[in-house]
């Protein structure tokens, strides 16, 4: 009986949590411009309070929910902070790749395969960034060095968590859609600065729509992610190290 009600329970705060990040991706999407910083700033608080509140504590969900802490720290800094500060919310991200990176490395089985990820990630890491310093030439800077250790990490987490993806199938389609965000705002961001797309281009129309395609993204991607380490058993704030 009180395993009954405690799943009851479960379920409707999962549920009341899915509802209320539904309602800020209507209200960004189609909300008071005004105030749409607000919005987006607001859901991903939501679900960083979530993580911490409703999910058992492991090793490898505390490295989830450092990594949600740090993508609030980066929202704070692109969507509230005005002006916005991009270096300090990319060096965020960047942390955020960083913790899921050390998630999936845990839950590989052998060592082995441990070092043998490193090394791959290091090596991918050090090609791209010697890639985009031949191709910015002086238009190279730090933005563009940790941005680009940013985006080669998540490519390589995204990779990694299809490659385990019966372990958690919502953390891999949570970092794929964290992919499509990047892809969006990476275009917006490097247009005029590092890239110049023909605004007559229908990459540029995609782009540049009038309609928020990156927190379409987004917002699914941190709520999938925070779902991932979900424990339908767990009382509220309960805490266990495994």
């Known amino acids: 009986m009180e395993t009954n009600k405690t799943n009851k329970l479960s379920v ?9 990040e539904a309602i800020f991706l209507v209200l960004i999407l189609w909300g008071p411009s005004k105030y749409t910083n607000v919005f987006e700033f607001s859901s991903i608080v939501i679900v960083f309070l979530f993580s911490i509140i409703f999910f058992a504590k492991s090793k490898n969900n505390i490295l ?5 802490l740090f993508t609030m720290i980066a929202d704070l800094f692109l969507e509230i902070v005005n002006p916005m500060i991009q270096t300090i919310a990319m060096t965020s991200f960047l942390i955020v790749q960083l913790c899921y990176f050390v998630r999936l490395l845990f839950e590989l089985k052998t060592k082995k395969w441990q070092l043998i990820n490193l090394i791959i990630r290091v090596a ?11 191709v910015l030439k002086d238009k190279f800077d730090y933005l563009s060095c940790v941005s680009i250790c940013y985006f080669s990490n998540l490519l390589m987490n995204i ?14 389609f949570g970092l794929l859609l964290f992919l499509g965000c990047d892809i969006f705002i990476g275009l917006q961001c490097a247009n005029g600065v590092y890239i110049d797309i023909p605004t007559t281009s229908t990459i540029y129309k995609i782009v540049f729509a009038p ?6 993204c987004y917002l699914p991607s941190q709520t999938l992610i925070a779902m991932s380490i979900a424990n339908p058993h767990k009382k509220p704030f309960e805490f266990k190290l495994k």
Request: net charge negative; glycine share 0%; hydrophobic share 75%.
């Open 12 to 20: 409707a705060t999962i549920l009341a949590f899915l509802t209320i």
């Open 64 to 68: 989830t929910e450092v990594a949600l």
């Open 159 to 172: 990779v990694l968590a299809f490659v385990e993806f019966k372990k958690s199938p919502l953390f891999a």
């Open 211 to 216: 309609f928020n395609i990156a927190w379409l």
């Open 124 to 134: 991918v890491v050090l090609i791209a960034e010697i890639i985009t310093i031949v």
